[in-house]
């Protein structure tokens, strides 16, 4: 009867040493998954903030085309203003030169 309590005592020491080495583990791979968590929120953060980012570079893009369209139209108007005072010019400069033909032909004879 010693003897088999003797041997109990073995299984039972070993039982709490395998109990508290699990514990150990148990510990260590909570601490692991804290840590994965937290890498985790981590990550989502920065995606939310790139999500947020790319929003605004979305918006900021549509802005500039939307300015580049009208400095576009702009541009065209400014360049049939320019063609047609450059043609204004022309006429004007041939009438000048005209008058001073009549003035000089008139003026000599």
Same mark, same amino acid.
């Given at each position: 009867?010693?003897?088999?309590?003797?041997?109990?005592?073995?299984?039972?020491?070993?039982?709490?040493?395998?109990?508290? !080495?699990?514990?150990?583990? @148990?510990?260590?791979?909570?601490?692991?998954? &804290?840590? +994965?968590?937290?890498? %985790?929120? *981590? =990550?989502?953060?920065?995606?939310?903030?790139?999500?947020?980012?790319?929003?605004?570079?979305?918006?900021?893009?549509?802005?500039?085309?939307?300015?580049?369209? !009208?400095?576009?139209?702009? @541009?065209?108007?400014?360049?049939?203003?320019? &063609?047609? +005072?450059?043609?204004? %010019?022309? *006429? =004007?400069?041939?009438?000048?030169?005209?008058?001073?033909?009549?003035?000089?032909?008139?003026?000599?004879?």
């Amino acid at each position: 009867m010693e003897g088999d309590l003797n041997e109990m005592e073995i299984q039972l020491s070993h039982s709490n040493r395998q109990a508290a !080495e699990a514990q150990k583990q @148990l510990r260590n791979v909570q601490g692991q998954l &804290k840590d +994965a968590q937290l890498h %985790l929120d *981590d =990550a989502v953060r920065v995606a939310e903030d790139m999500k947020e980012q790319a929003a605004m570079v979305e918006r900021r893009n549509g802005l500039m085309v939307s300015e580049i369209e !009208e400095l576009r139209v702009a @541009l065209e108007q400014t360049e049939r203003g320019r &063609k047609v +005072a450059e043609t204004e %010019l022309v *006429d =004007a400069s041939e009438r000048v030169g005209l008058l001073h033909s009549q003035v000089w032909v008139k003026s000599h004879f």
